[in-house]
């Protein structure tokens, strides 16, 4: 695995125009990109010092949910990153909620 100081010298030594982020909050890395010019964007969950784009999380789970229960689809999945993002706890929360309420297993 590379180091922390070496992705961050690969991502700010020229060879990258812009950058896009869905990593956790208090990613040490997110803050030194930050502090660049590199033009970076996060999606999802928003790490401080870096503009982001956010998601409709719970509803388009919801909506995922429900165009899959109503074609017929019983065992349904969810496999999240082992990384910590509020945007992912959010999509899980709808799928145990929904999950329960239609009486399927998760």
């Known amino acids: 695995a590379r180091s922390a100081d070496a992705v961050f010298a690969s991502l700010t030594g020229s060879r990258v125009d812009g950058l896009i982020l869905h990593t956790e ?21 928003a790490p401080p010092g870096v503009p982001f784009v956010a998601g409709a999380d719970a509803d388009g789970m919801h909506e995922l949910l429900r165009h899959l229960y109503e074609r017929g689809h019983r065992r349904i999945a969810f496999v999240a990153p082992p990384l910590h993002l509020p945007s992912v706890a959010r999509r ?15």
């Open 25 to 45: 909050v208090g990613d040490p890395l997110t803050a030194r990109l930050a502090a660049t010019t590199l033009p970076s964007i996060a999606v999802f969950d």
């Open 92 to 106: 899980l929360a709808v799928y145990e909620s929904l999950c329960a309420a239609w009486g399927l297993a998760q």
